[in-house]
């Protein structure tokens, strides 16, 4: 009752802020990612019919600040009486800093528990049983360009372009690496209840996603950075405009956002996007990565540069 995955983790371009349940955990908007293929999460689970509390080990370290939420997804998927889960958990870059690195953890997790349990259920439902814990988990499911469908009783997730559909590059910016001082959830429910913008923002989604699935459906990258910008600056509109504010980003952000308008300016196929925290993701054509990776790595107050192609959906390993 042993069992290996590995997720990568995603980015969002058209992104949800807020949740329409939080019991369930459902975001309040759809939205549109791109799955990396340099970053990932291993995961390994173990389920034992013996008694005692579940265990939880990051990067080489008991983690007890996590365990609480791993054992509630493990409880979700696979009921209260399961056996005792012995969760060991590696990841390759910064976890809760702003990275998404809960996508690929859950997914890893749900992915790797199922088949400890021998649980048959088909990749929607391990999506589901994932983002009931982590929104965005759900599309780590998924290669490439993912769609995540929201309503009021459930999510629908699914690719819409390969990597090799559109093999778009990812330049990341890294100018904090430790861990964000308000997590993602706690500053949804705060940017829901006090920002004057955020009835406006849910509003407008549905339109900046009509958008996006267009400019990915023509291949148009001109049309994907306009609609993805504008929407990550409406939603860190919303959090700075949240009472007590919600501002993830920091100097070497704004530097590296500035770097970006430049090459830009200068005829490179360039746009940026920031998730819920102060790292910088430089989104480009393959020609153009070479120099993003160049003009990002020279910016002051970038700590470091990942490169990343579109990779593949949450899945299961060998465990030899």
């Known amino acids: 009752m042993r069992a290996h995955a590995v997720a990568q983790p995603n980015i969002a371009l058209v992104k949800y802020w807020g949740k329409r349940d939080t019991v369930e955990n459902l975001p ?18 173990e389920l034992q019919e013996t008694a005692g509390a579940d265990t939880l080990t990051v990067n080489g370290s008991e983690n007890k600040e996590m365990l609480g939420r791993v054992s509630s997804c493990l409880d979700r998927l696979l009921g209260s009486r399961r056996a005792k889960a012995t969760v060991t958990s590696d990841s390759n870059f910064p976890i809760a800093a702003g990275l998404a ?18 649980l048959p259920a088909d990749t929607l439902s391990l999506a589901r049983w994932a983002g009931a814990s982590s929104g965005s988990a759900a599309r780590s499911f998924h290669e490439g360009i993912v769609e995540l469908r929201a309503d009021d ?32 959830s706690v500053a949804m429910i ?21 958008l996006a699935r267009e400019a990915v459906r023509n291949r148009d990258f001109e049309k994907l950075a306009t609609v993805s910008e504008h929407n990550c600056l409406k939603m860190h509109s919303v959090m700075w405009t949240s009472r007590p ?21 200068s005829g490179l196929p360039v746009f940026f996007t920031i998730d819920a925290g102060p790292q ?16 990002l790595a020279a910016t002051r107050g970038v700590k470091e540069v990942i490169v990343s192609g579109l990779g593949r959906g949450a899945r299961l390993l060998d465990q030899g």
């Open 101 to 118: 690195s809960s996508s690929s953890a859950f997914a890893a997790l749900v992915m790797a528990a199922s088949k400890a349990a021998e």
């Open 245 to 265: 504010p919600v501002v993830y980003w920091n100097e070497a952000t704004l530097n590296a956002m500035e770097t970006i308008r430049e090459l830009k300016r």
């Open 190 to 210: 705060r940017s829901a209840s006090t920002s004057p913008f955020y009835r406006s923002w849910i509003e407008l989604q549905d339109e900046d996603l009509r």
């Open 280 to 295: 910088v993701k430089a989104v480009c054509l393959p020609a153009a990565c070479d120099e993003v990776n160049a003009g």
């Open 153 to 184: 009783h459930r999510i629908d997730v699914r690719s819409i372009a390969g990597a090799e559909d559109w093999p778009l590059r990812v330049v990341i910016a890294v100018t904090e690496a430790a861990p964000k001082a308000v997590g993602s």
């Open 28 to 45: 309040a908007t759809g939205s549109l990612s791109l799955t990396l293929d340099t970053l990932w999460t291993k995961m390994a689970v």
